[in-house]
């Protein structure tokens, strides 16, 4: 069974900084793309940033510049530094990624994490 944790989440002002990880446990071929996606009240969930297994990078617009995807391979973790948090930022961010086990052979499957509330006062 794998499973996705995310965790670092929690209250800050505006203009302060957070750094979110995730981890994947179980038994774990590889792991081919990382992502975190949000999901903020009322709003549909949104994809915040990708990072592939070369370690090749893409944001979403709102947050270039501000935010920072990395991944440790060793650890099988990811992470998300946040810089620079704007209220709009708040909502429930949920790791998500592609992994290949003994059960799913050559083959990838998606995972989700539970979610972690970041929440930045104005």
């Known amino acids: 069974q794998v499973q996705l944790r995310e965790s670092g989440g929690g209250l800050v002002q505006a203009g302060g900084s957070l750094r979110l990880s995730c981890a994947a446990s179980?038994?774990?071929?590889?792991?081919?793309?990382m992502a975190w996606y949000r999901q903020a009240p009322g709003k549909q969930r949104e994809l915040v940033a990708t990072?592939?297994?070369?370690?090749?990078?893409n944001y979403a617009d709102s947050v270039k510049g501000r935010f920072t995807i990395s991944r440790d391979n060793n650890k099988y973790a990811e992470y998300l530094q946040m810089n620079s948090l704007k209220p709009e930022d708040t909502a429930v961010y949920y790791c998500?990624?592609?992994?290949?086990?003994?059960?799913?052979?050559?083959?990838?499957?998606?995972?989700w994490g539970q979610g972690t509330q970041v929440t930045v006062s104005s």
């Open positions: 998500n990624a592609d992994i290949q086990t003994p059960l799913t052979g050559a083959r990838a499957r998606n995972y």
């Open positions: 179980g038994i774990i071929r590889n792991i081919n793309s």
């Open positions: 990072i592939t297994s070369g370690g090749s990078t």
